[in-house]
């Protein structure tokens, strides 16, 4: 099947504009927005639609950060390849048109998984990064936070059990001390009276 698919028409029409988009920055993100758009259908679903729905997002987040700038370690024709696969995805007519319930995607589904299996070399090295820029961000958040507070609140430590024990003995010496001196303050006046 995936054969006829790269043979067939619609797949060789996505060919050719991906082959326009490659100067074209603002056409590539408006197929990836529409991608994007697409794939929300994706992300309520349940059972293979979610596995394919990882794979959908792994490539637009590949062709959304090398489009930006941010990661510029695709060759053309890993970039070139992704495009195709997305615009194919995009397309309402294709192989097996997407109105078809439930089969309407398969072809899509074949199209993305067979170019990040071609590419799994490339998208390793991607994941890659991008748990170093999350690392990233997360550092220099915790900075950030840290700049914030000017002076640290102090933090009461609690005292040691044996001080603990000798301030509570203290303290209720006192009061037994308190309450013997108001009994004999209270005595002496009943005496001086007699």
Do not use: C
Not at 3 to 8: M, T, W
Not at 45 to 57: I, N, P, T, W
Not at 86 to 107: E, S
């Amino acid at each position: 099947m995936l054969l006829r698919i790269l043979k067939s028409f619609f797949y060789k029409q996505a060919r050719k504009q991906a082959q326009k988009l490659r100067g074209d920055k603002k056409g590539k993100e408006r197929v990836i927005d529409d991608a994007e758009k697409k794939a929300g259908r994706f992300a309520r679903m349940k059972g293979r639609f979610v596995k394919f729905y990882a794979k959908l997002s792994l490539i637009l987040r590949m062709l959304r950060a090398y489009i930006s700038g941010e990661y510029r370690k695709l060759p053309w024709t890993a970039v070139f390849r992704l495009l195709t696969a997305i615009i194919y995805f995009v397309a309402i007519v294709d192989f097996i048109p997407d109105f078809i319930p439930l089969f309407g995607f398969l072809d899509d589904m074949a199209v993305l998984t067979w170019v990040l299996a071609s590419l799994k070399v490339e998208a390793g090295r991607f994941l890659e990064w991008e748990e170093q820029q999350n690392a990233d961000r997360k550092e220099s958040e915790k900075k950030e936070t840290g700049k914030k507070t000017e002076k640290p609140v102090p933090v009461k430590k609690p005292l040691p059990k044996k001080a603990q024990s000798t301030s509570r003995k203290k303290a209720t010496a006192s009061k037994t001390d308190s309450k013997k001196k108001n009994v004999s303050t209270k005595a002496k006046p009943a005496d001086s009276g007699a």
